[in-house]
């Protein structure tokens, strides 16, 4: 099991220069495999939008922490990291120019050596999507075809597509990734989630799902591959660490394949102490 760490950008230091290099520099001595950050472009003092992944209806995030844009965070890791694999979980895709998106993701593939994993989400905060000024309404049939757009640009040269949010012909968009392509993960636990990611070949992100749920996803993406003919062996699934050895092993015998501890504490010792810890006390008990 693949074994990451999301900085979750609470207090403010999460744009600090030296903060995050250090950061980098924890994780890739943990030997995490990955390391993960959120995004919201903005956040409102006051919000009617019901955040779908906690009870209360509320993010943790607020206005007076730091929310620095994850493409150019990863940009900075990316430079002063050499190994670790630097993912974005998740940038809200509906919100985002695809050519833009696609040119500057090819452009930090090739800068970290193929180190980037793109994470993408529909979004759940409609008072965010008006002050970038783009409809709420039909986001997933917009991220649909955004990802249909960006995967060509990445794969064709020229590239040329049709779409009703988007349209190019006859492109080039330079550099391409090496490998034609960017790991894409789909976040979500939703059927329509499901179909995004077997349709385009991606992993799933589960936040924090229960193993049942997790259970449910694996057999929604067995029924789709099926369907479609597609390997459900290559839609990887990544989720929060859970607390417990036994709720790791569950989660391991079910067949998820990474997990992430979410650090929220801003202080660089209490980071590296908790991901050692995780480490020893949980996550060596599935290695043994």
Known sequence: MKFGVSRVPTGKGASDPDYVAQLGAIAEAHNCESLWMVEHVVVPASY????????????????NDDL???????????????????ATGVVILPIRNPVVLAKQMA?????SNGRIILGLGLGWLSEEFDAVGVPFARRGARADEYLEAMTALWAQSPATFKGEF????????????????IPLVIGGISEAAVRRAVRFGAGMHLMRSSADEVRK???????????????????EITMVAPATLEQLQEL????????FLSVWDGDLNAFSDRIEEYQTTVLSGIAA
Request: hydrophobic share 30%; with cysteine.
């Open 48 to 63: 009617d939008s019901v955040y779908p992944f906690d009870s209360s209806g509320r993010m943790g995030l607020t206005g």
């Open 68 to 86: 620095p844009d994850p493409i150019v965070w990863m940009s900075y890791l990316a430079a002063s990291t050499s190994k670790i694999k630097l």
């Open 107 to 111: 452009t930090l593939d090739r800068l």
């Open 166 to 181: 988007v349209s190019f012909e006859n492109m080039y968009c330079t550099p391409q990734p090496e490998t034609k392509s």
């Open 217 to 235: 996803v694996k057999q929604r993406i067995a029924d789709e591959c099926e369907r479609t003919g597609k390997n459900p062996s290559d839609i």
């Open 252 to 259: 391991n015998d079910i067949g998820v394949d990474r997990v």
